[in-house]
């Protein structure tokens, strides 16, 4: 047969070879080329640091730090190198709430009842394994400003974005509510491990963690001296109880039934609770006016576990398969929904900042992939390069997305 000449097998070989090289030639022309329009650095040779162990806190039990199972609070610590060493990047984990009952559960498990939670790494450190860094915090695909500075991750493990202080467990499922002592005696750990010496300081989180960091930005930042600049970074945490009735039940569900269980009234700040209930101050478009520290919130106009857990999962699906498949009813549902967003952020000045992106996403902070993008016109900077320049006062952001149509990336 034809197939068997060696010749035509040499020339099918030579073929193939080539069609492999060029193959070959085109990936490594696309990955320059991807490399060369990045403007942030890129590490060299991946570090072992970017896969960080647990820290345990040896004495948070004594202090009543504990998950929901009555383990003890754990965080993930990276150094910083060189001078950067001096430089902290502090985030609270992130991960919805856990709820007195299951009525309210998502199918991602970003909502569930405590019990069921207390049996893994979202309310145990006994379930907790290492941490691969992503995102913001820089790692060998996405290397950011910040690679080099000190990096901590603090593990989020109550259910009530670190604001519950509950003294006694609960009597019946003997779970822990203490949120507001795992951030307290994590960041006493810090001090001692040098964060009293820090030169520059990133409080940030993302999702539930970044309503965390809403409440404690104010106490956070006060306990650094004058000439340290220490400021505050919300990421995708404008959770909204909408306008209307019919679909503000789910965050208003999980908001009362959070505030009752965690009992956050302490963390809370005290101008707030001393003119609204803790219901009402734990809600972020209500927190986020007491927050008087720099406060910079990134936050997508069409938030997409907003999207799919206010309105419906069936235009979270229409979105991410093709905009084309929303009707014009839900289309003007969002474009409502986005007013709402903007009403929530606090008056521009020059210790706010804020960008509000049509990318339909949540949680971009953490992620390598989305933290390279902004706005969908081709044309923005990336959000680090945008937040590194308003926290080194280099710029004035308070950039809202003009356009009214959520988009993929």
């Known amino acids: 047969m034809e197939g068997n000449n060696p010749e035509s097998l040499r020339m099918a070989v030579s073929t ?72 902290w990047m502090i985030y609270l984990q992130g991960g919805g709430w856990c709820m007195s009952n299951g009525t309210y559960s998502t199918h991602d498990l970003s909502v569930e009842s405590c019990p069921n939670r207390a049996t893994r790494d979202m309310g145990s450190s006994l379930h907790m394994k290492p941490l691969q860094l992503k995102g913001i915090f820089g790692d060998v695909q996405a290397a950011t400003y910040f690679y080099t500075w000190t990096r901590v991750i603090v593990r989020y493990c109550d259910g009530g974005s670190f604001a519950g202080n509950v003294d006694k467990p609960d009597p019946v499922t003997k779970l822990y509510y203490r949120g507001a002592r795992i951030f307290q005696v994590v960041v006493d750990e810090l001090m001692t491990k040098g964060l009293k010496d820090a030169k520059n300081v990133i409080f940030a989180g993302g999702s539930a963690g970044g309503l965390g960091v809403l409440v404690h930005c104010d106490r956070f930042t006060s306990l650094f001296p004058k000439g340290v600049r220490v400021k505050c970074l919300s990421d995708s945490s404008l959770f909204l109880i909408v306008k209307d009735p019919q679909h503000a039940k789910f965050f208003k569900a999980i908001f009362s039934d959070v505030v009752a269980l965690h009992q956050p009234t302490k963390a809370l700040p005290a101008e707030c609770i001393s003119k609204m209930s803790p219901f009402e101050c734990f809600q972020p478009k209500n927190l986020v006016q007491y927050v008087k520290s720099p406060l910079f919130i990134f936050q997508s106009e069409f938030d997409s576990f907003q999207v799919q857990n206010t309105f419906s999962m069936d235009l979270y699906k229409a979105i991410k398969e093709n905009i084309s498949y929303v009707s014009p009813s839900d289309m003007a549902l969002l474009q409502d929904f986005k007013q709402q967003i903007v009403s929530a952020l606090p008056q521009p000045s020059a210790t706010k900042g804020y960008i509000l992106t049509s990318m339909f996403g949540h949680s971009f902070a953490s992620d390598s992939y989305k933290t390279k993008l902004t706005f969908g016109d081709g044309k923005s900077k990336s959000i680090e390069s945008q937040f590194y320049a308003w926290y080194f006062d280099k710029d004035f952001v308070n950039f809202i997305d003009p356009s009214n149509v959520p988009y993929m990336k």
């Open 16 to 87: 193939r070879s080539n069609g492999w090289i060029c193959l070959l030639i085109f990936s490594f022309v696309i990955s320059v080329q991807y490399v060369n329009s990045d403007p942030i650095p890129q590490p060299a040779v991946q570090s072992v640091d970017d896969i960080i162990p647990k820290t345990i806190i040896q004495n948070a039990t004594e202090k009543g730090a504990v998950c929901l199972d009555g383990s003890p609070a754990a965080y993930h610590f990276a150094p910083g190198k060189g001078e950067d060493a001096r430089n």
